[in-house]
Nanobody, 118 residues
Framework: QVQLVESGGGLVQTGGSLRLSCKVT????????MDWHRQAPGKEREFVAT????????WYDESVKGRFTISRDNAKNTVYLQMNDLKPEDTAVYYC???????????WGQGTQVTVSS
């Protein structure tokens, strides 16, 4: 059974930083791309960032480019999202996701809440 467990969320002031982690168990992530997505209250879930299996390629939504950094440690089966210069509009539940080769998502975590106060 594959499980994705996010952690590291919390309450932070505008301009602060948080580092999210996504620990995967039940299957190695070493051959798959991984994503971070987020969902704000009353809004649809949206893409935040993705990283290739070997960390060679990363892509970001324009709203977080330059502030967020996705990374991974395949030996620890863990994906990270470093979030700097946080803004109130970054407030959301953040989810990690297992991206398949076809671009669909095989597994999702349960999410971790990030709240940025102004």
């Amino acid at each position: 059974q594959v499980q994705l467990v996010e952690s590291g969320g919390g309450l932070v002031q505008t301009g602060g930083s948080l580092r999210l982690s996504c620990k995967v168990t039940g299957r190695t992530i070493s051959t798959t791309a991984m994503d971070w997505h987020r969902q704000a209250p009353g809004k649809e879930r949206e893409f935040v960032a993705t990283i290739t299996y070997n960390s060679v390629g990363t892509w970001y939504d324009e709203s977080v480019k330059g502030r967020f950094t996705i990374s991974r440690d395949n030996a620890k089966n863990t994906v990270y999202l470093q979030m700097n210069d946080l803004k109130p509009e970054d407030t959301a539940v953040y989810y990690c996701a297992w991206r398949t080769i076809t671009g669909t998502y095989a597994y999702w975590g349960q999410g971790t809440q990030v709240t940025v106060s102004s």
